[in-house]
């Protein structure tokens, strides 16, 4: 299934700011919208790995995402993706601190690091602040960009050829909490 508003030119909220609707939880981990209307993800007791996935599978889209990084750890945004478990199939457009490839693409459970963003982009992150990742992916071509800096373009057949959920993660590990807001997509 495609999106209900598809091929729309129009920008649709995934986030609606009061709760987890339109979201499925994979994992123990903790998801939660705080008192500001801002969701939250944080390590559980497990510390282990966390996904939160669209009920819907997209394709060819623009997706817009701010995050805020309370603590040290690694996250992330997923597209095109499938979930069982806590096993995900698909990319990640890297969320992390400085100097481990923010806006990088890495491939969960097949090639690993696709590409990683030159080490110059990196003053692009503003750590303990709000960050807007933007991602575009149109058939074979995925592009991101932090803050408005360009990090990665690549052109990918395996991207190409997927659809699936946009998936917020939490790393395994502990210690890592992300606040997430203004989450939005519009389908080409």
């Not at 510390?47 to 805020?68: C, I, N, Q, R």
């Not at 309370?70 to 806590?86: D, K, L, P, V």
Request: proline fraction near 3%.
């Amino acid at each position: 299934m495609i999106g209900k508003n598809a091929h729309s030119s129009e920008w649709e909220s995934l986030f609606n700011g009061e709760n987890l609707d339109g979201w499925i939880k994979y994992g123990t981990e903790l998801w939660y919208v705080n008192e500001e209307g801002e969701l939250v993800c944080e390590s559980g007791p497990d510390k282990a790995y966390g996904y939160l996935g669209t009920e819907e599978t997209f394709k060819d889209f623009e997706l817009s995402v701010d995050f805020l990084q309370e603590a040290e750890g690694n996250s992330g945004i997923f597209i095109r993706s499938s979930i069982e478990g806590t096993k995900i199939t698909g990319w990640q457009a890297e969320v992390a601190p400085p100097g481990m490839n923010t806006g990088g693409i890495y491939e969960s459970y097949g090639r690993g690091w696709l590409i990683k963003p030159d080490p110059a982009k990196d003053s692009a992150l503003k750590m303990g602040e709000w960050n807007t990742m933007k991602i575009r992916a149109i058939g074979d071509q995925v592009t991101t960009w932090l803050n408005g800096t360009e990090m990665i373009s690549i052109t990918d057949e395996k991207i190409g050829d997927a659809q699936g959920q946009i998936a917020l993660q939490i790393h395994d590990g502990g210690g890592i909490k992300v606040k997430w807001k203004d989450i939005k997509i519009k389908e080409l």
